[in-house]
């Protein structure tokens, strides 16, 4: 049973949490841009927190349900539409077989992330569903879904196989039944603000800039630039200039480096970011926001708040707190 494609989207890739433990070859990490929506939604519907989903970008796509299936859609809201009806995001959703999934323009975000009870039947290509598309490798063909692809489900548990005998005999004779509760608002404060403040950490080179651009980095706006993608995101705003001239050797980056090309404009990598990197780093975005970066636009301006590395620490930590409670409650709700 399976998942057909009727109209691709702009960027529709399967993503799980990526490729880790392959850098030191030189292979990236890639994965989902917003990990905490794509965990958060295989919560939903009764995955491991890691299970590869559809992620979608700007234009989503339009699918056909070919079996009755359980899903749930998380992220950015990309005006998803059940056969022809709004639906919400960020709860689980009973989903009959025919029923045509499609998605319309950005209405806050720029991903929104499809799970679907049991996963894709996908390979695993060491040891990740992920598609790394400048490679292709992973994931469907190693590339974007384009129409007429056919993506196979795998089989639910058996405790999900219920709840979804349960739905339907709820359902009656609607195509889809959306459950009455959700993710609490509480728990996605500011997740999808615009314009967001992004708390960083000096980075390896921060005492190398001038004192001029390091106040400008945490006080003055910068735009995020066409020229972004997963690989890492372009900003416009304050020229940052070196107090002196240095030569570096290539040091390992990770999710949420932010480096200063000779143009003094900085660059955030992202999850298909290369492993190494020669530009001197001006700060790391905390992982807690990584999440907020993520579903920034092209076009969109964000600001960036100093933390110290015993904050972030602590702000991970609380939200990994709040996602076990949520899996102890979502546990109690089924």
């Given at each position: 049973m399976s998942l057909k494609v009727i109209r691709a989207g702009l960027l529709t890739t399967i993503q799980d949490l990526g490729r880790f433990g392959m850098q030191k070859h030189g292979v990236i990490v890639s994965g989902a841009m917003d990990p905490f929506a794509l965990r958060i939604g295989n919560l939903l519907v009764g995955n491991e927190e890691g299970e590869a989903a559809l992620e979608m970008t700007m234009l989503g796509p339009s699918l056909l349900f070919q079996r009755d299936s359980f899903i749930a859609i998380c992220g950015g809201d990309l005006s998803p539409r059940l056969n022809g009806e709004k639906i919400p995001g960020w709860r689980p959703v009973f989903v009959r077989r025919g029923s045509i999934l499609e998605f319309g323009a950005p209405v806050s975000g720029c991903r929104a992330y499809l799970t679907v009870a049991g996963g894709f039947d996908i390979p695993l290509v060491m040891e990740s569903r992920s598609t790394y598309l400048r490679a292709g490798i992973g994931g469907?063909?190693?590339?974007?879904?384009?129409?007429?692809?056919?993506?196979?489900?795998?089989?639910?548990?058996?405790?999900?196989?219920?709840?979804?005998?349960?739905?339907?005999?709820?359902?009656?004779?609607?195509?889809?039944?959306?459950?009455?509760?959700?993710?609490?608002?509480?728990?996605?404060?500011?997740?999808?603000?615009?314009?967001?403040?992004?708390?960083?950490?000096?980075?390896?080179?921060?005492?190398?800039?001038?004192?001029?651009?390091?106040?400008?980095?945490?006080?003055?706006?910068?735009?995020?630039?066409?020229?972004?993608?997963?690989?890492?995101?372009?900003?416009?705003?304050?020229?940052?200039?070196?107090?002196?001239?240095?030569?570096?050797?290539?040091?390992?980056?990770?999710?949420?480096?932010?480096?200063?090309?000779?143009?003094?404009?900085?660059?955030?990598?992202?999850?298909?970011?290369?492993?190494?990197?020669?530009?001197?780093?001006?700060?790391?975005?905390?992982?807690?926001?990584?999440?907020?970066?993520?579903?920034?636009?092209?076009?969109?301006?964000?600001?960036?708040?100093?933390?110290?590395?015993?904050?972030?620490?602590?702000?991970?930590?609380k939200r990994e707190m709040e996602i076990e409670m949520l899996k102890q409650s979502i546990a109690l709700k089924t």
């Open positions: 469907f063909q190693g590339r974007a879904l384009k129409e007429g692809d056919v993506l196979n489900l795998r089989t639910p548990s058996e405790q999900v196989i219920k709840r979804m005998r349960h739905r339907s005999e709820a359902a009656g004779s609607r195509s889809f039944l959306v459950s009455e509760w959700s993710v609490s608002s509480g728990f996605l404060a500011d997740y999808r603000k615009k314009n967001p403040v992004i708390r960083a950490l000096p980075g390896g080179q921060w005492n190398r800039f001038t004192s001029d651009s390091r106040e400008k980095f945490f006080s003055q706006e910068f735009q995020v630039t066409g020229q972004s993608d997963r690989m890492g995101y372009r900003l416009e705003g304050p020229k940052l200039s070196l107090s002196g001239p240095l030569e570096l050797i290539s040091e390992a980056v990770s999710n949420g480096t932010i480096q200063v090309p000779p143009s003094g404009n900085p660059i955030i990598l992202l999850a298909d970011r290369q492993t190494t990197g020669g530009y001197p780093k001006i700060a790391q975005i905390a992982s807690v926001d990584l999440p907020l970066i993520a579903q920034v636009k092209p076009g969109e301006k964000i600001r960036f708040q100093p933390v110290t590395l015993e904050e972030a620490q602590e702000l991970y930590r």
